[in-house]
């Protein structure tokens, strides 16, 4: 009988509706439920690309082949090349020309500028001589020679793009080879700010050379983009196919190196004393083994060699090649176990990183392969290198530059290092993403940085659980990114400036946010409150092992995310990647009931519109401390005390046994829940009662389904809740959370929080 009481006021609100929809003509909309399937969003599925989010059964990806011989003048900071390249077209279609990247002309004097650029009310020295009164750095790459067996090629450079003009067709199926020779002026990464150049020290006149998209490089060509050849601005950054390297550095005798790839040179390039160290270091497993020391580095930093030597490398399926030379650097190595396999943690770096890149940097590196792993798969190279640059934080395979350093007395804060440890972890953890799971950086920057900081984010709370000590006295890893709490302002922030998550990184305000933050908090989300973690960590592992060395779209990813977990996460996707909504759930009202046989003006008007009165109908009828027919009393009876009929209806048909599993709650509350923001969200409760327990409960994000702007929840109690809390853990990236309590929290004042803030 309660049921039915419930049920007619469900069908008479249904039935006051549709009575309104026939007085009021309304012109029909397309389905906008934010649970309707992203069938229009999302590239059909095919013969390359499977439904489920898999490779399908005709996937194919073109690959490229380098033989390199570098050579860098360190005295004029000049890098000449030549390469060869074979090409080898493994899609279906016949290719009429070839597409070369030539990143470095992004630093061409002539070089479009991609942004406005009004006089500011303000800027610093430095910003305001760079912009109006130095002379632009001489860039760019200087093509010397296209040439196939020794025929020239003929070739069209547009900006960052060089179409080569074949003789004939490159068939399906075939390889094609040739040649280039350039060189280019190495910038100074400071002063002029790039992912790849020098720093310059002016104490002993020494550089430090972290050297990347130095070379013509293969452009893509796939079943998606066909040849992805969309010009480098500087912001979106590279796609590029897998192949394999063989490499010749020449650089000045007294330089130590690092670089992807296996060093093929061992014995000529180390000295013997750094051989053993090496052996050791292969060894170790708990600690970095110093190659070579800093007493070493700083008396080499003093030598200035005239002769060269020639460091050899070899990379087998990677999908671009980076190497750091100098004369100052200090190497360090360690081994570490993943997974079973030997793997060597590098770091390189001069004087100036330490005491702080001896301590940490190598260990780093080494947690962050371990953590990864687990949560992908096993890191398939044969080392992962840290070098330290000035103001960088830049990756490729097996070797990236990071930031974070002492001051001149080798003093740092807990925020540099920090700040270096979490750099580390990021640029290494793109090894997996996008150098192994190889994305298109070019036009879905969040691919790659998004993912990837959320990887970072679980790798960083695992590292302070590795090493405690590194965050005595905090509780736990400071992660700058990942935490829900951490997006809010931005979600928040003015619309004008923020942009979807699917937006190319040229066309975005805030590439931080965006394409970083944003990604990484929603799928720490996904993990910690849609999904769980060990389905989400399964999806995410499958996704991950399912595109090793290939290329992901975003379908990919989403389709498979909901292929390898059962649950549909179209309404998710939607929201949190193609808009620009934001989190707000609120509690709007609430209302405490009892459940009595005395007849309310409410429920006598009720059964009236059905036809019956209370005297034909032992009906239950729900009531409220502020309506006329409550009484006192029914605040100390138990539900059965206050219904005779309930009791007579239990009584009659349960048995004994039956009734002793019957709840009889006491008070039962009504909570009303709005949603201003755009996003869906589950609706996590905290409920606190009046003998001081608490509990939550989660209502899925499926409440929303048929009613977006509010939705009503009774809940049944035996005690009397005083107070109720949502998102009590700030898990959700609510914005507002003035709304989530009950009773209503009143805000503080300014100064009340100035007060607070103080005192803390």
């Given amino acids: 009988m309660l049921c039915s009481v419930f049920l007619m006021f469900v069908f008479a609100g249904v039935s006051a509706q549709e009575t309104e929809q026939k007085e009021t003509r309304q012109e029909g909309h397309t389905n906008q439920n934010k649970f309707r399937q992203m069938y229009q969003e999302l590239a059909t599925p095919n013969q390359y690309r499977t439904a489920s989010g898999a490779p399908g059964p005709a996937y194919y990806q073109n690959e490229a082949d380098y033989k390199m011989d570098i050579v860098l003048d360190d005295k004029n900071s000049v890098l000449t090349g030549e390469e060869t390249i074979t090409y080898h077209n493994n899609s279906p279609q016949d290719l009429e020309y070839l597409w070369v990247q030539l990143d470095q002309n992004i630093r061409k004097k002539d070089a479009p500028q991609k942004d406005g650029d009004g006089m500011a009310p303000v800027a610093t020295p430095g910003r305001f001589t760079s912009n109006y009164m130095e002379e632009p750095f001489d860039g760019g790459f200087n093509i010397k020679e296209v040439s196939h067996d020794g025929s020239p090629l003929k070739y069209t450079i547009h900006q960052t793009m060089m179409r080569i003009d074949m003789p004939q067709p490159l068939k399906a199926g075939e390889s094609y080879t040739f040649d280039i020779n350039w060189s280019y002026n190495v910038n100074n990464h400071v002063t002029n700010r790039a992912r790849s150049g020098y720093e310059y020290f002016d104490k002993d006149g020494n550089k430090a050379y972290v050297i990347a998209q130095f070379f013509p490089r293969m452009a893509v060509y796939n079943d998606v983009e066909g040849w992805q050849n969309y010009q480098f601005w500087g912001n979106g950054e590279f796609a590029l196919p897998f192949g394999d390297y063989e490499v010749n550095i020449t650089v000045p005798a007294d330089h130590v190196m690092e670089a992807t790839g296996e060093l093929q040179n061992r014995k000529e390039v180390y000295s013997k004393e750094m051989m053993k160290r090496y052996e050791q270091a292969k060894k170790s497993y708990d600690k970095p083994v110093v190659i070579v020391t800093q007493e070493e580095a700083e008396a080499a930093e003093k030598g200035f060699s005239n002769k060269t030597k020639t460091w050899t490398y070899k990379a087998d399926m990677v999908r671009d090649f980076a190497f750091s030379t100098s004369r100052k650097f200090i190497l360090d190595m ?22 702080l890149w001896e ?45 974070g350093r002492p001051d001149e007395e080798g003093n740092y804060s807990d925020r540099t290092k920090f700040g270096m440890i979490s750099v580390i972890i990021h640029e290494v953890g793109h ?95 996904l993990r910690e409150t849609i999904m769980g973690r060990e389905l989400f960590d399964h999806a995410f592992a499958t996704y991950s092992k399912r595109w090793m060395f290939k290329h992901p779209t975003p379908e990919d990813f989403f389709r498979t995310m909901e292929d390898a977990s059962s649950i549909d996460l179209d309404w998710f996707w939607r929201g949190w990647f193609y808009t620009t909504d934001n989190v707000d759930i609120g509690i709007k009202e609430v209302n405490k009931y009892y459940v009595t046989d005395t007849p309310t003006n409410a429920g006598k008007e009720m059964l009236k519109r059905y036809g019956t009165t209370p005297e034909e109908t032992k009906a239950l009828y729900v009531i409220t401390e502020e309506d006329e027919e409550f009484n006192e009393e029914m605040k100390n009876k138990s539900l059965l005390e206050n219904s005779e009929t309930l009791q007579a209806y239990v009584m009659d048909n349960f048995t004994e046994e039956e009734r002793k599993n019957l709840k009889a709650p006491k008070y039962f509350y009504q909570v009303v829940f709005e949603k201003p923001g755009g996003l869906v969200m589950p609706i996590i409760v905290e409920l606190s009662y009046a003998d001081g327990t608490s509990e939550k409960v989660t209502y899925p994000v499926q409440i929303w389904r048929k009613n977006d702007k509010t939705v009503s929840k009774v809940i049944p109690s035996d005690k009397e809740i005083t107070k109720i809390t949502l998102d009590p853990d700030l898990e959700t990236a609510d914005v507002d959370v003035n709304n989530n309590s009950w009773p209503k929290k009143e805000a503080k004042n300014e100064f009340e929080e100035f007060k607070e803030a103080a005192q803390d």
Wanted: aromatic share 14%.
């Fill in 334 to 355: 360690m081994a570490v176990d993943v997974m079973g396999k030997d793997v060597m943690a590098v770091s390189v770096y001069p004087k100036e990183g330490n005491p």
């Fill in 431 to 525: 090894n997996f993403f996008p150098m192994i799971v190889n994305s298109d950086e070019r036009q879905w920057g969040w691919m790659d940085e998004g993912i990837n900081t959320f990887v970072q984010y679980v790798a960083e709370q695992e590292f302070g659980n590795e090493y405690p000590e590194a965050i005595t006295p905090l509780d736990k890893y400071p992660s700058r990114r990942g935490a829900p709490s951490k997006i809010v302002p931005y979600m928040k922030g003015n619309q004008d400036y923020i942009s979807p998550i699917m937006s190319n990184p040229e066309q975005v305000y805030q590439l931080g946010n965006n394409a970083y933050g944003k990604p990484a908090t929603a799928l720490n989300i």
């Fill in 359 to 403: 301590e940490w940097s190598t260990r780093a590196v080494a947690s962050t392969l371990k953590s990864y792993s687990e949560h992908t798969f096993q890191y398939p190279y044969h080392k992962a290198v840290s070098v330290h640059a000035k103001n960088q934080g830049m990756e490729y395979p097996m070797i990236c530059w990071n930031y």
